[in-house]
C-alpha cells in the first residue's frame, strides 16, 4: 500500500488567496482526519469523518475553513481566504476501528 | 490541566542507552494507548498500539500501560542515533473517538 497520500507537499501563497490541500486515505480506512501542526501549538485536530461524513469538526478554527470527503478514496482541506497565520504543516491521517492513525507527509503551508 | 501531559524535554542520553519516555493522563476512561515518532519535517509515525493495561513489545520497543496510576512508558533498549527523534503519546476512550495528544519529548541519542 502506498499509504497515506497528500498533495501538495509545500505550498507558498499569499495572504487572501484560496489554498487547497488533497488527501488520499489508505484504502479500507473508514476514518480520516485532518491535522494542523506548529511550534507553538503542537499538534491539532481540526475535523475527522467516519465513512465519508463529518463527525467532529469543533477544531475547525473559523468559517474561513472548510473539509469535504466526496467518496472513500479522497478529501479536501480548503482555506479561503488564506491568512500568514494559518501557516503550518497539515496533515492528514486515515485509520479503521482497532488500528491507530497512519499520517500522510502533509503539505507544508506558508502564506505571506 | 491538559488531559495528557508529556515532559517536552529534550532528553539526551549516550548511545547504547536504555531510554524511557512517559505520559501521564487524567482521564480513566481512556482505553487505547499509541506512542508515535516523528523525525523533522516528517510526519507522525505510529510505533505502539496498545489496549488497556499491560506491556508489549516490538523489537527494542516495550509499551507499558498502567491504568491503575495513569500512566504509560516507553522504553527503548540499545538506543541509536538514529532513534533521535520526537515522541508523542496519544489515547483515546474508545475506537471511535478522536485521539488525545501528549505535547511530545524530543529525545536526542549522542554517539
Known amino acids: 500500500d502506498a499509504g497515506v497520500i497528500q498533495s501538495p507537499r509545500h505550498e507558498v501563497t499569499e495572504m487572501g488567496q484560496e489554498v487547497t490541500l488533497r488527501c488520499k486515505p489508505i484504502?479500507?480506512?473508514?476514518?480520516l482526519f485532518w491535522y494542523r501542526q506548529t511550534m507553538m501549538r503542537g499538534l491539532e485536530l481540526l475535523i475527522y469523518?467516519?465513512?465519508?461524513?463529518?463527525?467532529?469538526d469543533s477544531g475547525m478554527p473559523e468559517d474561513r475553513f472548510s473539509a469535504k470527503m466526496p467518496n472513500a478514496s479522497f478529501s479536501t482541506l480548503k482555506i479561503q481566504p488564506s491568512e500568514p497565520r494559518d501557516s503550518a504543516v497539515y496533515f492528514c491521517?486515515?485509520?479503521?476501528?482497532?488500528?491507530?492513525?497512519?499520517f500522510g507527509p502533509g503539505t507544508r503551508l506558508t502564506v505571506l | 490541566q491538559k488531559e495528557v501531559e508529556q515532559d517536552p524535554g529534550p532528553l539526551s542520553v549516550p548511545e547504547g542507552a536504555i531510554v524511557s519516555l512517559n505520559c501521564t493522563y487524567s482521564?480513566?476512561?481512556?482505553?487505547?494507548f499509541m506512542w508515535y515518532r516523528q523525525y523533522s519535517r516528517k510526519g507522525p509515525e505510529l510505533l505502539m498500539y496498545?489496549?488497556s493495561s499491560g506491556n508489549k513489545e516490538d523489537g527494542r520497543f516495550t509499551a507499558q500501560v498502567d491504568k491503575s496510576s495513569k500512566y504509560i512508558s516507553l522504553f527503548i533498549r540499545d538506543s541509536q542515533p538514529s532513534d533521535s527523534a520526537t515522541y508523542l503519546c496519544?489515547?483515546?476512550?474508545?475506537?471511535?473517538?478522536?485521539?488525545?495528544w501528549g505535547a511530545g519529548t524530543k529525545l536526542i541519542i549522542k554517539p
Open positions: 482521564n480513566s476512561a481512556f482505553q487505547y
Open positions: 496519544a489515547m483515546k476512550k474508545d475506537s471511535n473517538y478522536q485521539l488525545i
Open positions: 491521517a486515515s485509520s479503521r476501528p482497532g488500528t491507530g492513525e497512519i
Open positions: 469523518f467516519n465513512n465519508n461524513v463529518p463527525i467532529d
Open positions: 484504502s479500507g480506512h473508514d476514518y
Open positions: 496498545t489496549y
